[in-house]
């Protein structure tokens, strides 16, 4: 079946650092790959995604690429800001009509000042 | 502004009672999805619905039961709630290759 695993938590940076947090995951078929981000006491929003291999997706200066090769789709961001602190969660979905998804367990980021 | 809205923020209800969390899209969406999101799990398919009246179990059914008579109302349904039903519940309708979630839904059960 699907899964996803992604980096444990919780992740602590300062401002303006460097952030990876990994993402890979096992599926059959071809399947699209996300990052939703889970602000505090909000609830999931999609933060960016890539539907086939080498595809970059990125906003707010996040960016993810499909790996294939390596069924990886780890997220970096250049320079975090005290904002970024939330939840992330890398999913993948297998389209056979109805988009279900498959989530990781979530990183928790905290970025400090 | 697309919208998914969920009955209830904060919940709390006793063993053994009937709860009903109600959720709402205004996208016309065709799937809607029910989540519970507990730490160290992340987010697990309790149900999901691909049309009106249509209900294809998720990954963690038991306990739990669902109603879609209208496109853009999909309910959760506990028939009798226990402590290990407490959770965050998450409701999520999609369209093509993204889901969307309402605020969730914070349920305790003593």
């Known amino acids: 079946g699907n899964s996803v695993t992604q980096m444990e938590g919780p992740v602590t940076l300062s401002e303006e650092a460097f952030l990876t947090i990994n993402c890979t995951y096992t599926?059959?078929?071809?399947?699209?790959l996300f990052w939703y981000v889970q602000y505090p006491g909000e609830g999931l929003q999609l933060l960016l995604k890539?539907?086939?291999?080498?595809d970059k997706g990125s906003n707010k200066g996040f960016e993810a690429t499909y790996r294939k090769e390596t069924t990886s789709f780890h997220l970096e961001k250049g320079s975090v800001q005290v904002s970024d602190s939330a939840v992330y969660f890398c999913a993948l979905s297998t389209y056979f009509g109805n988009e279900k998804l498959t989530f990781g367990t979530g990183t928790r980021l905290t970025i400090i000042p | 502004d697309v919208k998914v809205t969920q009955s209830s923020r904060y919940l709390v209800k006793r063993t053994g009672e009937k709860v009903f969390l109600e959720c709402v899209q205004d996208m016309d969406h065709e799937n809607m999805f029910w989540y519970r999101q507990d730490p160290g799990l992340g987010l697990r398919l309790i149900y999901f619905?691909?049309?009106?009246?249509?209900?294809e179990k998720g990954d963690i059914p038991e306990g739990y039961s669902v109603s879609r008579e209208k496109k853009e109302r999909f309910s959760l349904i506990l028939e009798s709630a226990s402590t290990n039903q407490t959770s965050m519940y998450l409701c999520a309708s999609g369209g093509r290759d993204t889901q969307y979630f309402g605020p969730g839904t914070r349920l305790t059960v003593l």
């Open positions: 599926a059959t078929g071809y399947p699209s």
């Open positions: 619905s691909y049309d009106v009246k249509m209900k």
């Open positions: 890539a539907t086939k291999a080498d």
